[in-house]
C-alpha cells in the first residue's frame, strides 16, 4: 500500500520552485479540488462561493441557471433566512444543454422573477454552471437581453470548477462582478475602500485606527454597505486597499474603469513582517503610521502564550484565514514546532517554504490533493490550526480559523493566539 505523499521542506527547497513536485501542483491535476474536495468539490458549496459572493450587492437577487444536481446545495443556502428570499433556478434538462435553447429561456426567467418580487432588486446575478463552460454560452449578450426586458443591472457570475487553474478562476470572476456595476464618480481625497473580502475585518483590526490617523475619513467594505446608495458610494475612493491577491483582478478593473488606483497588502502573522507593510503603506499614501502599540500587543501575546504552554508541536492546514507557509513560519520562528503543514505550493509562497528549511527542515509538506492521503499515518502533534486538520487529527484540540468574519494584521495575531489558548484550555478540562 502506497504511503501518503509528502516532502520535507527542505527537499522541496533544494528542489527549488521550478521542481515542485507534481503531487503538490494542483495544475497537474485535472480538477483543483482542494480544498474544495473537503466541501463537496463546488466553488460555491462552503463559506462564501460565489452564489454567496454574488449576493454581496445590496438587495441584488440570484437567478441559478444550472442542471438540477448543481442546484442541489444551493437549496440548502435558502435555508438561511437572509437568502430565503434571493435564490431563483432556472433548471436545465438534457434537450436545454444539447440544443442551447436555454439561452433564450433565461431573460424571460430573469423577467419573471423581476415580476414577482414585491420590491424590483437592485441587480440580477446570473450564476451559471460548468455546463456553459463547455458550451462557451455569451451570458454577456445574455445579459444585455434581460436588461433590455426589466431594466435592472444583470451580471454573470461564472462557477466553473473546470476555470480553478485559469486566468481567471471563479473566486476571482466574481469579484469583478461585485463591482462591476459601480460607475464612474469624482474621488474623494479622504475616503479609500477595502477589497479582498465578502464580509468585514474584525472591528478591532488596527488598519481602521491607523488610515484614520493618516486623515482617511470614510473607510467603506462592500460587506459594510446595507444599501444600494452606500454600495454605490465606493466608486467615490481615492485608493483601494487590496487585501486578497483573488481581488487584484477587480482592483485593476475598477482602476481602468473608474481611476480608482489600488494598494496591495499581504495577510501576515508575523509581527515584523506586518510592521514593515505597514512602513511601506505609509510611504505610499504620503503618512506615517505609528503601529507600535500593536505590535508590541501582539509580540506580547505570542510570549505570553508561548509561557504558558511551552514549545508546542503543530499541524497547520490550507482550510484558513491566512496562509499555510507563512502561518507556520511565524509559529516556527517564535520557538514552536510545526510538524505538518498540509498545503499547496505556489510561486507567491515558495518564500516562506526557502525560509521554512532553514529554520525546521523536517517539518513535513502534505497535500491534500493525492489520494495517497487515504493511507495517511497520523503525526503526534499538541494542536492544529485549520479545519482540514481536523480530518487528520481528530482527537487533538485545535481551531478552524475560517471564520466569514476576517482577522487582519496585528489584531489577527491576538485572536490567533486567543483562539489556541481556548482549544488548548479546553483539552485541559477534558
Same mark, same amino acid.
Given at each position: 500500500?502506497?504511503?501518503?505523499?509528502?516532502?520535507?521542506?527542505?527537499?522541496?527547497?533544494?528542489?527549488? +520552485?521550478?521542481?515542485?513536485?507534481?503531487?503538490?501542483?494542483s495544475?497537474?491535476?485535472?480538477?483543483?479540488?482542494?480544498?474544495?474536495?473537503?466541501?463537496?468539490?463546488? =466553488?460555491?458549496?462552503?463559506?462564501? *462561493?460565489?452564489? !454567496?459572493?454574488?449576493?454581496?450587492?445590496?438587495? %441584488?437577487?440570484?437567478?441559478?441557471?444550472?442542471?438540477?444536481?448543481? *442546484?442541489?446545495?444551493?437549496?440548502?443556502?435558502?435555508t $438561511?433566512?437572509?437568502? %430565503?428570499?434571493?435564490?431563483?433556478?432556472?433548471?436545465?434538462?438534457?434537450?436545454?444543454?444539447?440544443?442551447? &435553447?436555454?439561452?433564450?429561456?433565461?431573460p424571460?426567467?430573469?423577467?419573471?422573477?423581476?415580476?414577482?418580487?414585491?420590491?424590483?432588486?437592485?441587480?440580477?446575478?446570473?450564476?451559471?454552471?460548468?455546463?456553459?463552460?463547455?458550451?462557451?454560452?455569451?451570458?454577456?449578450?445574455v445579459?444585455?437581453?434581460s436588461?433590455?426586458?426589466?431594466?435592472?443591472?444583470?451580471? =454573470?457570475?461564472?462557477?466553473?470548477?473546470?476555470?480553478?487553474? +485559469?486566468?481567471?478562476?471563479?473566486?476571482?470572476?466574481?469579484?469583478?462582478?461585485?463591482y462591476?456595476?459601480?460607475?464612474?464618480?469624482?474621488? @474623494?481625497?479622504?475616503?479609500?475602500?477595502?477589497?479582498?473580502?465578502?464580509?468585514?475585518?474584525?472591528?478591532?483590526?488596527?488598519?481602521? =485606527?491607523?488610515?484614520? %490617523?493618516?486623515?482617511?475619513?470614510?473607510?467603506?467594505?462592500?460587506?459594510?454597505?446595507e444599501?444600494?446608495? #452606500?454600495?454605490?458610494?465606493l466608486? +467615490?475612493?481615492?485608493? $483601494?486597499?487590496?487585501?486578497?491577491?483573488?481581488?487584484?483582478?477587480?482592483?485593476?478593473?475598477?482602476?481602468e474603469?473608474?481611476?480608482?488606483?489600488?494598494?496591495?497588502?499581504? !495577510?501576515?502573522y508575523?509581527?515584523?513582517?506586518?510592521?514593515?507593510?505597514?512602513?511601506?503603506? *505609509?510611504?505610499?499614501?504620503g503618512? #506615517?503610521?505609528?503601529?507600535?502599540?500593536?505590535?508590541?500587543?501582539? #509580540?506580547?501575546?505570542?510570549?505570553?502564550?508561548? @509561557?504558558?504552554?511551552?514549545?508546542?508541536t503543530?499541524?497547520?492546514?490550507?482550510?484558513?484565514?491566512?496562509?499555510?507557509?507563512?502561518?507556520?513560519?511565524?509559529?516556527?520562528?517564535?520557538?514552536?514546532?510545526?510538524?505538518?503543514?498540509?498545503?499547496?505550493v505556489?510561486?507567491?509562497?515558495?518564500s516562506?517554504?526557502?525560509?521554512?528549511?532553514?529554520?525546521?527542515?523536517?517539518?513535513?509538506?502534505?497535500?491534500?490533493?493525492?489520494?495517497?492521503?487515504? $493511507?495517511?499515518?497520523?503525526?503526534?502533534?499538541?494542536?492544529?490550526?485549520?479545519?482540514?486538520?481536523?480530518?487528520?487529527?481528530?482527537?487533538?484540540?485545535?481551531?478552524?480559523f475560517?471564520?466569514?468574519? #476576517?482577522?487582519?494584521?496585528?489584531?489577527?495575531?491576538? &485572536?490567533?493566539?486567543? @483562539?489556541? @489558548?481556548?482549544?488548548?484550555? &479546553?483539552?485541559?478540562?477534558?
Open positions: 500500500m502506497t504511503d501518503a505523499f509528502y516532502i520535507t521542506a527542505w527537499d522541496l527547497a533544494a528542489a527549488g +520552485k521550478d521542481n515542485i513536485p507534481d503531487e503538490l501542483r495544475s497537474e491535476h485535472l480538477i483543483y479540488s482542494s480544498p474544495a474536495t473537503l466541501s463537496f468539490n463546488s =466553488p460555491g458549496a462552503r463559506g462564501f *462561493g460565489v452564489k !454567496r459572493a454574488g449576493l454581496a450587492v445590496p438587495g %441584488s437577487v440570484m437567478l441559478l441557471v444550472a442542471p438540477g444536481c448543481c *442546484g442541489r446545495n444551493t437549496s440548502l443556502l435558502r $438561511n433566512p437572509e437568502y %430565503s428570499d434571493r435564490f431563483f433556478f432556472l433548471l436545465l434538462d438534457d434537450t436545454d444543454i444539447v440544443t442551447g &435553447r436555454h439561452l433564450t429561456k433565461i424571460k426567467a430573469v423577467e419573471e422573477v423581476c415580476q414577482s418580487l414585491d420590491k424590483k432588486p437592485s441587480a440580477v446575478m446570473i450564476c451559471i454552471t460548468c455546463v456553459d463552460a463547455l458550451l462557451g454560452t455569451d451570458m454577456e449578450r445579459c444585455r437581453k436588461v433590455e426586458l426589466t431594466g435592472v443591472p444583470t451580471v =454573470p457570475c461564472y462557477m466553473y470548477a473546470l476555470t480553478r487553474e +485559469k486566468r481567471l478562476p471563479p473566486m476571482a470572476a466574481v469579484r469583478k462582478s461585485v462591476s456595476l459601480l460607475e464612474r464618480q469624482p474621488r @474623494e481625497r479622504k475616503d479609500m475602500n477595502i477589497l479582498g473580502y465578502f464580509s468585514p475585518l474584525y472591528d478591532d483590526c488596527e488598519l481602521y =485606527p491607523l488610515m484614520r %490617523s493618516a486623515g482617511i475619513k470614510n473607510i467603506r467594505e462592500l460587506a459594510r454597505c444599501t444600494i446608495e #452606500q454600495y454605490r458610494e466608486s +467615490k475612493a481615492n485608493f $483601494n486597499l487590496l487585501l486578497n491577491p483573488e481581488a487584484r483582478y477587480a482592483a485593476q478593473d475598477m482602476q474603469r473608474l481611476g480608482i488606483p489600488f494598494i496591495e497588502l499581504l !495577510r501576515l508575523q509581527p515584523d513582517k506586518i510592521h514593515n507593510q505597514y512602513r511601506m503603506l *505609509g510611504q505610499a499614501i503618512a #506615517q503610521l505609528d503601529d507600535s502599540e500593536y505590535f508590541e500587543a501582539a #509580540q506580547k501575546r505570542i510570549e505570553a502564550f508561548y @509561557e504558558k504552554f511551552g514549545a508546542l503543530l499541524a497547520v492546514g490550507e482550510i484558513l484565514n491566512g496562509d499555510s507557509f507563512e502561518t507556520a513560519l511565524m509559529l516556527v520562528r517564535n520557538g514552536f514546532k510545526v510538524a505538518e503543514i498540509f498545503g499547496t505556489g510561486e507567491l509562497n515558495f516562506f517554504v526557502k525560509r521554512l528549511a532553514e529554520l525546521s527542515p523536517d517539518t513535513k509538506i502534505y497535500s491534500n490533493l493525492s489520494p495517497t492521503m487515504l $493511507n495517511y499515518n497520523e503525526e503526534s502533534v499538541d494542536c492544529y490550526i485549520g479545519c482540514d486538520c481536523e480530518y487528520y487529527h481528530p482527537d487533538t484540540p485545535g481551531i478552524d475560517c471564520g466569514d468574519i #476576517q482577522p487582519f494584521g496585528y489584531a489577527g495575531v491576538v &485572536r490567533l493566539f486567543d @483562539e489556541l @489558548e481556548a482549544a488548548m484550555e &479546553r483539552r485541559t478540562v477534558r
